[in-house]
Structure formats: C-alpha cells, structure tokens
C-alpha cells in the first residue's frame, strides 16, 4: 500500500499548559491519549516524558517504558519518544551531553521503534514573542552517531526537515550510513517561526518535487502550525500527514484525538488509503534512499 498515507501523532512536544491547555503530561495520560490515537487511525505516536515533581522533560528509561509498553500492550503503532536538542545563544556554553543515552537505552531493550535525528542547523526566531533567538544546531558527528544507532538497532530516523538542506545532508549521511530502512521525512512548516519556506502551494509542490528526487516520501508536519489548511493539497501531492498537540497552533482547543480523526476523514476523502503500523513497516524497509 505504497500510496496508503501514514498518520502521526505529536501527543504533546515541551509545551506547558499554559501555551497548550489540553496536552497529556502524565505517564497514565500519555497512555491512554496514545491507545486512543491509534484506535482513531494514527500509525505513529511521538511523544515528550516528563518528571512531574520537578516540571521538566525526563529521560527516565522507567517512565520511557511505561508509556512505551503501556501503549504497546493495547495497540499495534511505532512509538518513539524526543531527543535533547541543542541550543546556542550568545555567550552562553554548549552544555548538552549524553544526547543519545536515552536512545540507546531503548535500543538494548527492544523499544527504539525511531529516533528523531535533526540533520542542519538553522535561526529559531519567532517576531511576536521577546525570547532572543538561537541557533538551533546539530553537528555532522552527532548526526552520523544518532544514524549509527539506527542502523544497529533496525530503527528508522525521524528526520524533522526545517528547510531544504536539511533534507539534503540527511540523505547524503543516510546513505553513508547504510541504513536498513529509509528515514522519515517531517517537514516542519510554522505559521509564526521564521524558517524554512513559508506554508503555500509553492512550498508544497517544490517539497513533493524535491523528495520525488530524493526517492523518499515526505511528511507534513510544524510547529505553531495550523495544517487543516494546507492538508488536502498535501495529500494530493503524495504527502504523509503529523497532526497532534505539539504540532498545532498555541491554545488549541481541540484534542489529539479530534485532530487525528479529522486527519483519518480528510485522509479517506483524499482518496487514499489510510495506512496500518504493518504497511508504514513494510514502506520503510522496502523504500531506501538511492544509492
């Protein structure tokens, strides 16, 4: 079912309830809104954990498998949690260490279904808040281990695609890298961050007509991003689709579950078909980069 379109699912992201009312936090919400999702059509659920008592993101393997084997226990989708990004202000040190511990931990006990691997760097400046901006950054070393971990543990990366070139080194150290499956390809639109190529048809068609190249599928995904406008002409030009709280634009009233079964319709009155966790599998192995 190569042309059945993938449905993910960003639960929650680093928002807090004050940007984002609705998002689960807990390990029992994340659950529960994870099994829901995949019952609604989501083949693919990504997610944050958090360390409730301190109000933080964790890397805590025990929560990690909960949420993990909690969602696995009801329901067939690739589940796969964030990964520590990097963030370079203005004589501030670099203090992030042990970015892909987390990963490997998950890897040794059979639960690295993907890792999100971030391949560029970029300016994160959004003009309507008073935050000085970053620079969002992954070097070429922590690319190629985060790819080397995939490679030995059969998961496929999760490439968040902030503009074209990021697409193009991923390819390239994907390749190298001799991956057993392809990766997956999130190009993150935004309606208020200030990268990449604004949301439009022309953004679209040059996306489509840049990973027909590539021999790889896309998908739609952002951050701050309002995607029922642009999801049709998305789907027609061959695009996966990301729905989900972390995804949608701050202070969104409607749930993980709303957006996915909204996805799942607008999927169906695309005319295609709406994938399965086995047939998003299938597509992964069978679909490599070209060498």
């Not at 805590?60 to 009801?74: K, M, N």
């Not at 002409?233 to 957006?259: C, T």
């Amino acid at each position: 079912m190569n042309n059945a379109a993938w449905l993910e699912v960003a639960l929650n992201g680093s928002w807090n309830r004050k940007r984002q009312p609705l998002v689960p936090i807990s390990v029992e919400e994340i659950v529960a809104e994870g099994i829901a999702c995949v019952r609604e059509g989501a083949s693919i659920v990504h997610y944050h954990a958090f360390d409730l008592e301190r109000g933080v993101q964790s890397d805590d393997i025990e929560l990690h498998r909960r949420i993990i084997g909690g969602i696995r226990d009801q329901v067939d989708a690739l589940i796969y949690p964030t990964t520590s990004s990097r963030k370079l202000w203005p004589g501030k040190p670099d203090a992030l260490t042990g970015r892909f511990d987390l990963a490997r931990a998950l890897a040794a006990h059979g639960l690295l279904d993907c890792l999100v691997i971030d391949p560029g760097a970029h300016l994160m400046f959004d003009p309507k808040q008073r935050w000085t901006p970053y620079i969002y950054a992954n070097f070429a070393e922590e690319i190629e281990e985060a790819l080397a971990i995939c490679r030995d543990s059969g998961a496929a990366p999760s490439f968040a695609i902030y503009e074209p070139g990021y697409a193009r080194v991923g390819a390239l150290l994907a390749q190298a890298a001799a991956l057993p499956v392809q990766p997956i390809q999130r190009v993150m639109f935004s309606d208020t961050l200030l990268y990449g190529m604004p949301p439009g048809h022309a953004a679209i068609a040059a996306y489509a007509a840049m990973f027909a190249g590539l021999g790889s599928r896309w998908m739609m995904a952002g951050l701050d991003y309002d995607i029922d406008r642009w999801m049709a002409p998305a789907l027609a030009a061959g695009a996966d689709i990301r729905v989900g709280l972390e995804d949608a634009p701050h202070g969104s009233s409607r749930s993980n579950v709303e957006q996915v079964r909204d996805a799942a319709a607008a999927i169906t009155l695309s005319g295609r078909a709406l994938a399965t966790a086995a047939d998003v599998r299938a597509g992964l192995a069978s679909r490599p980069l070209p060498v």
